[in-house]
């Protein structure tokens, strides 16, 4: 019994040192933090929208609420403000610029974006402003898919092979956060200012 014993320990050993490892029957359950991969289709790319938008009108004036309605065929945005809601004419937007609070995709996770250098978010969930892009499609190619969840997104069909790739690379452990909406009235197109926010 002592010998069969020292055998099991021995042949455990060895088995460990060479790099073989037993696996479960029903396998190894994943931690439930794991990033979760996009699926990227028809160049569709999932965008998040933090929870704060101003609105500067041609005018000069400014609105702020959260955007729940992107109406391409209307030409209208409406933003929630304290339960009330507030349509404006995408024509007579100058610009939307974002807040700083987002939910990211991945993770689910929500987020201070630029809270500063000594922040535990920028630490955790760097933003890389100083790799911020702007895409410019037509608007019909831009839809808020969830608004309670700040979830969004983009066909990208103006932008190079090798670019899209370098895109979609990114954005299977990054969140492209909105920063800022601006329009072409010309040609109807979509400008948007994305930054990358790591999970």
Avoid at 19 to 48: E, H, R
Avoid at 116 to 135: H, R
Wanted: with cysteine.
């Amino acid at each position: 019994m002592i010998k069969l014993s020292i055998k099991i320990i021995t042949l455990a050993s060895l088995t460990v040192g060479l790099g073989f490892y037993f696996i479960p029957k029903n396998g190894f359950s994943l931690p439930s933090n794991q990033i979760k991969s996009t699926k990227i289709q028809n160049n569709t790319l999932p965008v998040a929208l933090p929870y704060d938008a101003t609105v500067t009108l041609k005018t000069d004036r400014t609105m702020s609420g959260q955007m729940k309605v992107f109406d391409q065929q209307q030409s209208m945005i409406t933003l929630e403000r304290n339960e009330k809601f507030k349509k404006i004419a995408i024509p007579d937007i100058k610009k939307v610029k974002f807040g700083r609070k987002v939910k990211l995709i991945h993770s689910g996770k929500i987020v201070i974006r630029g809270g500063g250098n000594k922040s535990s978010y920028n630490k955790q969930n760097k933003c890389s402003l100083d790799k911020a892009e702007t895409w410019q499609e037509p608007s019909n190619h831009f839809k808020i898919t969830n608004a309670q969840d700040g979830k969004a997104e983009v066909i990208l069909s103006k932008i190079g092979k090798s670019k899209l790739r370098g895109i979609i690379a990114v954005s299977q452990t990054n969140t492209y956060v909105i920063d800022e909406l601006g329009f072409n009235h010309d040609n109807n197109n979509i400008i948007l200012t994305v930054i990358p926010c790591s999970e």
